[in-house]
């Protein structure tokens, strides 16, 4: 009966003393987006970084609760946190393309994960997630030129190609467009529309108007606490709590 893919139980976040998410329950499914939104500070990011263990990399910060892959838990003793991030993807506000070739921006992570043995096969992952991410064309004949020389909306797609290189489950991505312009963004949310085909995708934003637009269920956050979750129509539409209509209807936040 059910579609879900992450499954998030009672998860608190803390940086040091400060608890910045607070009994968090979520279940997130395969084949559609979901959008975080909520007010600056509301700990957002902080929910988003705990789906892949990215929190593992600051250094006072602790999750608990459990939080569950396919029914595995990520934080179990025996879960690779690399192998973790290569299943569940990150595409970050700022793209943050390596200082390396178009090429070799996607080539690294099939490398480390050992899923292209020969040459050919490298070649084949890399135009396949280029194809994807809606760049190929773009870049096929130079790509061996860096990605930074790319544009910002092009760079992004570049990072998405990265994420979807190593075949992930789930791709994160943390205000994908605040850094783009207008066609750029529209680029993006077009090719977030044809990803969730393939990934789960959880989005965090900013802007309500890109939630309404890209995805189908939306969770409300709120002084660290998931106000509401539901049908991104219903969230837009009927909110069901107070605080989520004052925040859609653009009284704070
Ligand atoms: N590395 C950190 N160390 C300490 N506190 C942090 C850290 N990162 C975030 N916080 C705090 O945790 C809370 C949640 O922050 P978070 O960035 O997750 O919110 P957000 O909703 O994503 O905000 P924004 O929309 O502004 O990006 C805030 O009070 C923030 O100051």
């Not at 959008?35 to 263990?53: Q, V, Y």
């Not at 791709?171 to 994908?176: F, G, H, K, V, Y």
Request: charge should be negative; proline fraction near 5%.
């Amino acid at each position: 009966m059910t579609n879900s893919k992450l499954t998030a139980r009672n998860v608190d976040v803390f940086y040091g003393q400060k608890k910045a998410i607070n009994n968090v329950s979520i279940e997130i499914d395969n084949g559609i987006v979901t959008a975080f939104i909520g007010p600056s500070g509301c700990g957002k990011s902080t929910f988003l970084r705990s789906l892949n263990r990215m929190n593992d990399t600051i250094a006072d910060a602790r999750v608990t609760g459990e939080i569950l892959l396919d029914g595995e838990d990520i934080y179990a003793a025996a879960m690779d946190p690399v192998a973790l991030r290569a299943r569940v993807g990150m595409v970050f506000q700022k793209p943050n393309p390596f200082p390396k070739s178009i090429y070799e921006n996607i080539a690294y992570g099939p490398r480390i994960h050992g899923l292209a043995p020969a040459k050919a096969d490298l070649d084949g992952i890399i135009e396949s997630s280029l194809t994807k991410a809606g760049l190929w064309d773009e870049v096929k004949d130079r790509l061996n030129e860096p990605g930074t020389a790319l544009s910002g909306g092009q760079q992004q797609r570049l990072c998405i190609a990265r994420a979807i290189a190593v075949s992930p489950e789930v791709i994160l991505m943390d205000e994908p467009c605040s850094a783009l312009d207008p066609i750029a963004t529209a680029r993006i949310e077009e090719l977030i529309d044809e990803l969730k085909e393939s990934f789960a995708i959880v989005i965090v934003t900013h802007s309500m108007q890109q939630a309404a637009r890209v995805s189908q269920r939306t969770a409300f956050f709120h002084l660290g606490n998931l106000v509401e979750y539901g049908d991104t129509s219903q969230i837009f539409t009927t909110p069901r709590e107070e605080k989520t209509k004052d925040y859609i209807t653009g009284r704070y936040g």
